[in-house]
């Protein structure tokens, strides 16, 4: 074998490493789930939610699978785990000493829970990036007869670690006309939830938006407070909140003011897991001035969606925003509108 051979030898070599590095060098997939027929299946447990177990395989895929269809689960990771009654856990996974109990072994020891119960589990040594859940919709439409052009866009993305999640939130519906002002509705929010025994829940937002239709062209408001979870179930979610928020507003016209709110909350939100997917929320929030007496506004924002194919979606949105003394006089007290658009869950 002469010297150039053996440099194409060896650079086969590495690209044959190279080629092979993904299997050689990932973790194995040790988890072990067994559904109620019988069936055991090994991969990585992600998580709960919404009444789906996501189990990540070398074989077949990313599997979500009907919580009430599972007999008992074991992985050694450590998990963030809720259950009905707003009792929270973290520990390793492993069949209980009953059909229809799971062990979680804590650093206090093990506790024993009725499979059923949980509503919730995440996995806690997972990367940042593979934390990270969000969804994207867009939308647009266009009417010849008045040259009216609509574009609508929503996103978000949100990571949780053990007691608490952080969520982003950008919206935006821009309408354009021949003859007429442009429109422009948007925001962008920044939150985050932590949570208690009983679900109870601390709450703390901040949001920068726009709504030159309601009279300001910039509005950035910080809030927090408390509330607690009425309903949390695997198909349905309930809060109550209360709190206080300061407000800078900049109107079209006139001068900027600074506002002190008391605050009220309520969120729904209700999940089929049943193909076709369908999630249905509602948000409605109530706000009271406190140092500009008999100024109230009020925020409502409900949206559907429905599965099309494995993470794609279209979803019907409506929103309705009132304001009893807008920050520009002459203004129209409310505003609201519909939206249909395509999305991606990721």
């Not at 949206?303 to 979606?313: C, M």
């Not at 019907?316 to 249909?340: C, H, I, M």
């Amino acid at each position: 074998m002469n010297r150039g051979d053996g440099w194409r030898l060896g650079a086969l070599g590495w690209v044959a490493l190279v080629l092979a590095a993904p299997h050689l060098w990932a973790a194995p997939r040790t988890d072990v789930v067994v559904l109620r027929n019988g069936d055991h299946l090994t991969g990585e447990v992600q998580q709960l939610e919404r009444g789906y177990l996501r189990l990540k395989t070398d074989d077949i895929g990313t599997l979500e699978i009907e919580w009430d269809k599972v007999r008992s689960v074991t992985a050694s990771a450590p998990f963030d785990v809720d259950d009905l009654q707003g009792n929270l856990y973290m520990g390793a996974l492993a069949p209980g000493a009953h059909v229809g109990k799971l062990t979680i072994v804590t650093a206090d020891g093990e506790r024993e829970v009725d499979l059923l119960s949980l509503v919730r589990m995440r996995r806690l040594n997972k990367s940042l990036w593979k934390r990270l859940d969000g969804a994207i919709d867009l939308g647009a439409s266009y009417t010849s007869a008045s040259s009216l052009f609509k574009l609508d866009f929503a996103g978000n993305i949100s990571t949780e670690r053990p007691g608490f999640e952080v969520r982003a939130d950008a919206n935006a519906t821009l309408s354009s006309q021949t003859g007429v002002d442009d429109t422009q509705r948007s925001s962008f929010s920044l939150s985050y939830e932590r949570r208690f025994e009983g679900r109870w829940v601390a709450l703390a937002r901040g949001e920068v938006e726009r709504n030159r239709e309601l009279g300001f062209d910039l509005r950035g408001s910080a809030a927090g407070g408390g509330g607690r979870y009425l309903v949390q179930d695997r198909n349905d979610k309930l809060m109550a909140a209360v709190g206080i928020s300061t407000n800078r507003e900049v109107p079209i016209e006139g001068e900027t003011t600074t506002n002190v709110e008391a605050l009220a909350a309520l969120t729904y939100d209700r999940f089929a897991y049943d193909f076709p997917k369908v999630d249905i929320s509602v948000t409605l929030v109530g706000f009271a001035s406190l140092n500009h007496g008999g100024r109230y506004r009020v925020e409502a924002d409900a949206g559907l969606k429905r599965e099309l194919v494995k993470d794609f979606y279209a979803t019907l949105r409506g929103y309705e925003s009132y304001d009893s003394r807008p920050a520009t006089e002459g203004v129209p007290r409310n505003d609201y509108g519909a939206t249909f658009a395509l999305g991606w869950t990721f």
